[in-house]
């Protein structure tokens, strides 16, 4: 590896990094013993330690070992930041299965997908987002199905939660799920009584074990699924863990540092930011709507705070509300970007009000959310994605593969103990150069001290407040729609969103109007892949071969000559 970038680093960071490890579920009972006593987290006003969140977990392995699944099974779990979610994933991994993360807000057809392509045979989900799961149930080769309610992991106030969730809120919509000969249904709370009194036997388990099957957003219309190793999760915290250490130095020995998790479990990004505070012992404040900004910042106020990962849109959020002008932010040592590009204004009014910068990195799903970052202790934002970090090399290579010189444009490629090698159920050869880097799609270049600029976030993909959304996937939705011929999608710059969804449309019917498509697309769509702007066309621009002409169209949409 010709890492010359790493003379760029912060004084202390190593070059390369290890993890001592040999499975996630020794890696878990390292730092459930080593922390016990700590608190781990809080959601909701509830506060459990790491013994306790051990504890669960342990019950959660036992009950799964004699569910009789087949060895390798897949269990997933389908739930925003509760307190129930990493007792979850621990106990799934710990159990000796494999764990695919699936977003609560996927409609019963983007849902049908992950769990019939990943071959799910268990679900752990949230009571609000069963009548989703109700609707496909019988087409998947789902065995068990645990629900549990908003309040099973909040304390005594629990009944009350869960009263004001299902009556006040309205935020559980009718559901019979039921057990049947095919199909058992239970209660978490039921799990955990029943994992108390049965056995556990501790999997033998290796560095190349599958451990996760994630899923990303896919360019043939539907999400792929990545296979992910207890190597590459290790390395992955480890190589974080490192880059961490110019922050890790301005605390005392006898502070608990604490990060807030606002961004979903499900997403990468975030998981493995948690992931990483585990490795270290930090507290972890949970937060499960943080669309609801006034609840967001009340919670902010609660306890002092000192790392901040989030994205562009969160960030624009926060300093819109007067409120979040009055925290406390003399705890904040870091403001971390990720998953869309922050932007310069968002950084300005951020250091403003904070008094610190944003510092901004790279990562994907295949990557676990590591790959570039700046350095830490930066001052000040500089629009970049920054250095490769320890263990990450990156290379930029011409359309034949070839690696071009420092500051030449061309596609990143990135090779490490943290990317996989192969994708589910997918042909690997075209998403791999013919020594083994990642190709990552993004147009970039890197300088002569290594930091490296984005210059385009894939040629087709939208970035949709940090959310991957693949044209094919929604061109294939409308289309289905009887009165549309073909249409394409493309994005629109957006300064809140960093893109938006616009579809130009070529219909059968001219009295098909914006609404009626719109109202379509609910049906199968998630809310940030719905299209926000809709325009009919007489005709797509194509090639001479009958390719739809994308540029031609966002060029159009943006206002580009």
């Known amino acids: 590896m010709n890492n010359f970038w790493t003379k760029s680093y912060p ?199 599958l451990a996760l099957l994630q899923y990303t957003g896919g360019t043939t219309g539907v999400a792929k699924g990545i296979l992910v190793n207890h190597q590459n999760v290790m390395m992955a915290t480890a190589q974080f863990e490192e880059w961490f250490k110019p922050v890790y130095k301005k605390f005392s020995k006898d502070t608990q540092i604490n990060t807030i998790i606002a961004l979903p479990l499900y997403h990468i990004y975030a998981f493995i930011i948690l992931l990483l505070g585990m490795r270290v012992g930090q507290h972890l404040t949970l937060v499960t709507n943080p669309r609801d900004i006034d609840g967001f910042i009340k919670i902010l106020g609660k306890r002092p705070f000192h790392i901040f990962p989030s994205v562009n849109t969160l960030y624009q959020g926060l300093l819109a509300n007067p409120k979040f002008k009055k925290l406390d932010f003399s705890s904040l040592v870091l403001s971390l970007a990720g998953g869309m590009a922050a932007t310069q204004a968002t950084a300005n009014k951020w250091k403003e009000v904070t008094g610190l910068p944003i510092i901004e990195g790279w990562g994907m799903s295949e990557g676990l959310g590591v790959g570039t970052a700046n350095p830490l202790d930066n001052t000040e934002f500089n629009g970049n994605i920054g250095l490769p970090l320890p263990g990450v090399d990156i290379s930029i290579r011409d359309e034949e593969g070839n690696v071009l010189p420092l500051g030449e444009v061309g596609e990143m490629c990135i090779k490490g103990e ?82 938006l969804v616009k579809a130009y449309v070529v219909r059968t019917d001219d009295n098909l109007t914006e609404q009626e498509i719109q109202e379509f697309c609910k049906e199968s769509l998630t809310g940030y892949k719905r299209p926000k702007h809709i325009e009919f066309i007489d005709e797509l621009p194509k090639s001479t071969v009958g390719k739809i002409l994308r540029h031609e169209l966002r060029d159009k949409a943006n206002n580009r000559p």
């Open 418 to 499: 943290n990317i996989i090698t192969h994708y589910h159920n997918l042909e690997n050869k075209p998403f791999f150069t013919h020594d083994g880097y990642l190709k990552t799609g993004d147009i970039a270049a890197m300088d002569e001290n290594g930091y490296i600029q984005i210059y385009d976030r894939k040629k087709d993909m939208l970035i949709v407040s940090g959310f991957n959304v693949f044209p094919n996937e929604v061109e294939g939705v409308i289309e289905m729609h009887p009165n549309v011929a073909e249409c394409a999608v493309v994005g629109v710059d957006d300064e809140l969103q960093g893109q």
């Open 11 to 209: 004084e202390g960071v190593e070059a390369e990094v290890s993890s001592p490890h040999k499975s996630l579920t020794e890696f878990f009972d390292d730092i459930f013993a080593k922390f016990a006593d700590r608190e781990f987290g809080t959601n909701m006003g509830a506060t459990y330690t790491y013994r306790e969140i051990d504890e669960v977990s342990r019950h959660i392995s036992a009950w799964l070992q004699n569910q009789g699944l087949p060895i390798g099974a897949t269990v997933a779990l389908m739930m925003p930041n509760v307190n129930q979610y990493m007792p979850i994933v621990v106990g799934v991994i710990r159990a000796g299965y494999i764990l695919t993360t699936v977003n609560p807000l996927y409609t019963p057809r983007e849902l049908k997908h992950q769990l019939v392509d990943s071959e799910t045979s268990a679900i752990f989900i949230l009571e609000p987002f069963c009548k989703t799961l109700e609707k496909v149930l019988e087409e998947t080769n789902i065995q068990t199905v645990v629900i549990s309610k908003i309040g099973d992991m909040v304390g005594k106030k629990g009944a009350v939660v869960n009263l004001a969730a299902k009556h006040i809120k309205k935020a559980v919509p009718k559901y019979g799920l039921k057990s049947t000969n095919n199909c058992e249904v239970i209660g978490f709370k039921s799990v955990l009584k029943a994992g108390k009194s049965l056995p556990y036997t501790r999997p033998v388990q290796r560095r190349t074990d």
